[in-house]
């Protein structure tokens, strides 16, 4: 019987001892790097927009028109109208950008490669305007991948989520005596601004999946809140086709 006993315990213990050691050496995450875009790469994708409690359907087909240093040029047009096309300048890891107070900023960053399961960042920017301050943070993360079926067909692709907030102060002059004067720090110094501030706040939501094969997102989808939780943007995108040979 304690023969057995020992036996049983060198056994179960051999066992416990495999399996730890197998899982010191399980293979890790892959890392997807970034991919090598090049002029006369074209996909089009179909999307869907609703703005203004208005919905619009359309296709884009987008062109590399060049590739430098710091950016990929693409010229979008939409298929079936007679629209001209327009180029615009994305970030290398297809970040969007826009000049704000004359500074590049970036707005929208789907992916920050090389991209590895759990992997986290964030952007952060502001929008000031006469009267109005926006600040957004929108945080990003790299989730499990998963297979997905869409018009290009099906793929297993990598998710990545976004969640962020917008808080917004907006500020107008009262009329007097219609509340205290409230300093105003941007103002000359000596001199008071009579203002109302009102702040409002929503919530931003991203998800894109992305394949190697095809150097882009094949599905997106981009949401905005306003401050009573209703949506007031939102924006799906669909690979159809691709050419990146």
């Not at 020992?6 to 056994?11: A, E, G, H, I, Y």
């Not at 892959?30 to 994708?45: D, F, H, L, M, S």
């Amino acid at each position: 019987m304690n023969k057995l006993f020992l036996s049983l315990t060198l056994s179960i213990g051999l066992l416990c001892t495999i399996d730890s050691a197998l899982a010191a050496t399980a293979a890790p995450d892959p890392k997807i790097p970034q991919p090598a875009v090049e002029e006369g790469n074209k996909w089009v994708y179909t999307f869907n927009s609703f703005s203004n409690g208005r919905w619009t359907d359309y296709r884009n087909e987008l062109s590399v028109a060049r590739v430098t240093r710091s950016g990929i040029y693409v010229t979008a047009s939409t298929i079936g109208s007679t629209a001209p096309s327009r180029t615009f300048v994305q970030g290398l890891n297809w970040s969007d950008f826009r000049t704000i107070n004359d500074k590049e900023v970036v707005i929208a960053q789907p992916f920050d490669f090389p991209l590895v399961k759990g992997k986290k960042w964030q952007i952060k920017y502001n929008e000031d305007t006469a009267n109005k301050k926006q600040e957004t943070t929108i945080d990003y993360e790299v989730l499990q991948p998963e297979s997905i079926i869409v018009k290009a067909g099906q793929f297993y692709a990598i998710k990545i989520e976004a969640e962020g907030k917008w808080v917004a102060r907006t500020t107008t002059p009262l009329a007097p005596g219609q509340a205290k004067s409230k300093p105003d720090p941007d103002a000359a110094m000596g001199s008071t601004a009579v203002t109302n501030e009102k702040v409002t706040s929503g919530r931003v939501y991203q998800a894109y999946w992305y394949v190697p094969e095809t150097k882009r997102y094949i599905k997106l989808i981009n949401e905005t809140y306003g401050e009573d939780g209703t949506l007031n943007y939102k924006l799906t995108g669909e690979l159809v086709s691709f050419n990146v040979q």
